[in-house]
């Protein structure tokens, strides 16, 4: 678990800075150079501060992190994940494989070759009735969505969806020329400006410091 630590968060982060690179740098014509020394500075302070925020968290939401459940604002799911992991692959493995001919858990070393078999299907689809648009199935994405919506708190789909289908196409179809010159900087400014409300709604009504703000029974929270 250590190395999917060290490995798994690694990746991403040069992963993300790859992305960033290319939509908040390139697409809105920022210096390549300066993007990149401003993605690092700001790599280096958040790591700095994520710590700081999350042994405050830790400490002040400490009994709700640690139930299974959550509530819609505080969960611990990442790290009960990566705890259910360590047992699945740990003890329970280990355990299963001493009682057990076939353990159920064999199913997770075979994950590779279900990966590497899941897009043949579309292929051939589409090979015989290329009409249909089978090759618009991109499994890697519909499997990662999938997964995404089985854990932790996922009411953010509903908002992605809606962002999506506005840009994609109502301003692609529809404003063609707004789309090809705001609809990137709009991508970036939507990612900062969420950054920058997440942290302020930690703190300032969410209860991140250990005192919660409740929402006015009028801003739709007896509804949602």
């Not at 920022?30 to 280096?44: D, E, K």
């Not at 969960?75 to 076939?102: D, E, K, M």
Request: aromatic share 12%; glycine share 8%; charged share 15%.
């Amino acid at each position: 678990m250590y190395f999917t630590l060290y490995g798994y968060n690694t990746l991403e982060q040069g992963r993300t800075l790859m992305r960033d690179l290319k939509k908040c740098g390139q697409y809105t014509k920022l210096p390549p150079r300066v993007t990149f020394t401003v993605q690092t500075l700001g790599s280096i302070v958040g790591g700095l501060l994520n710590y700081v925020i999350i042994r405050v968290i830790i400490s002040s939401q400490r009994e709700i992190l640690r139930e299974i459940q959550g509530t819609n604002i505080w969960s611990g799911q990442q790290v009960q994940g990566f705890n259910a992991s360590a047992i699945t692959w740990g003890a329970l493995r280990w355990s299963l494989r001493r009682t057990s001919p076939q353990p159920y858990s064999s199913i997770i070393s075979f994950a590779v070759l279900i990966g590497l078999a899941a897009p043949l299907p579309f292929w051939l689809i589409h090979k015989r009735w290329p009409k249909i648009g089978a090759n618009k199935v991109i499994t890697p994405v519909l499997c990662f969505g999938t997964g995404y919506l089985v854990v932790g708190i996922n009411s953010s789909v509903l908002t992605m969806f809606s962002i999506a289908m506005f840009s994609q196409l109502y301003l692609r179809r529809h404003r063609p020329r707004w789309f090809r010159k705001y609809n990137f900087l709009l991508s970036a400014a939507l990612d900062g400006g969420t950054q920058v409300m997440v942290f302020v709604f930690t703190f300032a009504l969410a209860g991140g410091s250990g005192k919660a703000t409740e929402m006015p029974h009028w801003a739709l929270v007896r509804i949602l």
